[in-house]
């Protein structure tokens, strides 16, 4: 578990002190069964110094996705635009998964106990869409003055956490075993492969040669392409598609 | 509002009346400020007859998700080999728009209302959430046996789901004012041009011929490319990606 954390700094191992006692209860009486007494109790601290940290008993289940979500929003804050916005973007969602990569243990337990408590699905759900709705906003940025520039956004922001959460989840469900970031790697590479294009400059020195036909070619016509090797793929395909008539 | 329901079918009006009672009451009073014997008391029945229809006030805000999620599955059940898969599932998030769209001033009123009570956006999530899993649990039974099936499905799925609730957010925004299934195909058809490909099979008739290098070719090498004008967009896009050595 970290020691980093929004909430007071000046007494870090409490927070810790409380996560661990609240996880203990969890795991031997369940999650309903244990109450912010139980938790206070085997802390050996008040009940003020539990909600002085944690606004409710599903917090300290989730105790770092804020600090997590801050950080994110600030490397989305702090790119420019050399960054290619897609590659951006993943490169966010990695810092949700080195916080799961932490502590693999603490991972697997917390796991376990989302799925089996509806109550703390639900919250998953709304940090995921907090997670989605940070890279969008920054996707969207990006995007401005395109006319599909908020649809893309939506869309890759999605893609993104579809991707990382599938490739967490396997990770979680196989106990921590393994190795989540390259796992992780894999999942979003798929994703910059599909729209790793979205972004790039327009402009490249693609050409492409119907023949013979033209419009009304026939399917097995042969088109030609010529294009310099250093050409954006995007935009290769971009040429592909108005000669095959399917833009 | 439409008639049918899960709910017992003898008495559809009452159904009717408890829905359209809660929304006056929200609308006048508050979400939070309405109670259920509120909603009994205006609608002239008792509280009994509310829970016969909804488990809790959450659902009566949503009354016919649980009949649209039962109709998704049934329509994605029923689909075969011969359905493209990435067509299918934006086929299958059409009756989600379709069922917004048969009453747009309930539909408009209840976005008002989900913006502004944190509960209900929980539980809105939660029910995207359901129709995302139902998507990606169609296409990975589509995708089974490939090697990044499940990745390509989560992918695909969330992707359906977000570009559907762009364009439906939009329209709810604009007060229900336009044509929402022409937004939502337009959304819809940027998922099938990324991801149309997912799913076609192999072998199409495309070569391309890097000149002159190969591997360590300069960026202004030229590479040729013939194919027939019927080969699939993805597989020209594979040859093209492995020829300019980013594959």
Redesign the interface.
């Known amino acids: 578990m970290s020691s980093s954390s929004a909430a007071p700094a000046e007494r870090p191992s409490m927070r810790e002190a409380l996560v661990s006692a609240a996880f203990r209860l969890f795991l031997e009486r369940g999650y309903e069964q244990t109450t912010v007494d139980d938790i206070v109790a085997l802390a050996g601290v008040g009940r003020r110094s539990f909600f002085r940290y944690f606004p409710s008993k599903e917090d300290v289940v989730f105790p770092d996705h804020e600090r997590c979500l801050a950080d994110m929003t600030a490397f989305l804050a702090a790119g420019d635009e050399e960054h290619e916005p897609v590659r951006r973007v993943c490169d966010a969602a990695r810092l949700v998964l080195r916080m799961y990569a932490e502590n693999p243990t603490f991972s697997v337990q917390r796991y376990r106990l989302t799925r089996k408590v509806p109550g703390l699905?639900?919250y998953e759900?709304?940090v995921v869409?907090r997670y989605e709705r940070a890279l969008a906003e920054y996707l969207r940025g990006r995007f401005a003055g395109r006319p599909?520039g908020?649809?893309?956004a939506?869309?890759i922001?999605?893609?993104v956490?579809?991707?990382h959460?599938?490739?967490l989840r396997s990770w979680l469900r196989s106990d921590g075993v393994g190795d989540a970031g390259a796992a992780v790697d894999r999942?979003l590479g798929?994703?910059q492969r599909?729209?790793g294009h979205a972004a790039e400059p327009a402009e490249p020195p693609v050409r492409v040669h119907?023949l013979p036909?033209g419009e009304g070619?026939?399917?097995?016509?042969?088109?030609?392409?010529?294009?310099?090797?250093?050409?954006p793929?995007w935009r290769?395909?971009q040429e592909?598609?108005a000669a095959?008539?399917?833009a």
């Open positions: 699905r639900a759900l709304s869409w599909e908020t649809l893309q939506d869309v922001a999605a893609a956490v579809a991707a959460n599938n490739a999942a798929y994703v599909e729209f119907p036909g070619g026939r399917p097995d016509d042969v088109v030609v392409l010529v294009s310099r090797r250093d050409a793929l290769v395909v592909l598609e095959l008539g399917r």
